[in-house]
């Protein structure tokens, strides 16, 4: 057989023999579309991790509520006890097991997608307290979306205040409420979640585990709250390559949160003094924030950067930009099914106004 030599990817090809349509080898993938595609498998993956960990947090709580209260009959304080005990058994069980079946579906381990370099001291404090006075103002901004609510004539049907009348009561609400969320949320959402998707850039990984996690706490006001806390977790994460710095702040927000409640359902004090010591706290951290932003902002200059194209650690090249990311992410069935749970479970909580 005669051979034609024909420049085609800088290889020869047989020449067809007469009365054949010539021959051409299939193109070589788009690596632009590669990328999406390993993208997509990626946060379908991680999709249906964060649905897992949700439901399995609502079956372990369901099914043990319904066990113990069908076996035993509890008094009014022991049912506090228990639905404090029961949360705190649902949130690290729901993030060890979703954990657990994301590295058995995914064959890696889960030190894979952590940083092994160390957290410079100087940094944590500031860092801490930068994520203190940002999550106060998101406070205030979600109790201002939670007040106009009303002009739709709609009202959260969660109660944000829980009554608590013994110290054993008010270790366990400080621990389901503050110590096991900090631990359960921040593995599930900043130690898998972003840093998996960290790898296509940090902007792209902090937006979108900001969503999930906002979301996922199924109220307006929390919601609101939660993704604004969302974004400021993962910026410092990814900043200290770590997720110290977001389980620190995340467990001083929520222990602030159950003291407020405690202080404001449990003492004489009165309202006046309570505000008086809200705003004071409020303050404080505020303040602090400010100076925390300035020290980071001197210590350096490219710490409040964050652009999709910047190198990381995980990060890979990337031929897709911010908005050809999102698209591509927020569309797998994975992500699409576990936000349509969260909108669901958020409408269901709205109840008119009476």
Known sequence: MSYQNYPYQNHTYPQTPPGYPPYYPPAPPDPKQLQRRALRKTANGLGFFILAYFLIMQVVAIAVSIAIRQTFDLSEEEQTIFTFLLEILASVMSSLLAVGCYRVMSGKRLSDHFSKSRINRDMLVPMVFFGMGAAMIANQLASLFDQNIS????????????????????LLYILSTAVAPAFAEELAFRGVFMNVMRKYGDAFAILTSAVLFGAMHGNTTQIVFAFILGLIFAFVDCKANSIIPSVIIHFINNFYAVASDILSTNTEIGDTAVNAIHIIVVAVFCLLG????????????????????????????????????????????????SLSLFVLEMVSNLVPMG
């Open 151 to 170: 002009i739709f004539y709609l009202e959260n049907a969660v109660s944000q205040s829980t009554r608590t009348q013994s110290v054993p009561e008010m």
């Open 290 to 337: 400010i100076l925390s932003y300035i020290y980071l902002a001197k210590r350096d200059t490219a710490f409040f950067r964050i652009a999709d194209g910047d190198p990381s650690p995980y990060a890979e090249k990337s031929l897709l930009t911010l908005k050809e990311k999102m698209i591509a992410g927020c569309t797998t069935p994975g992500i699409i099914i």
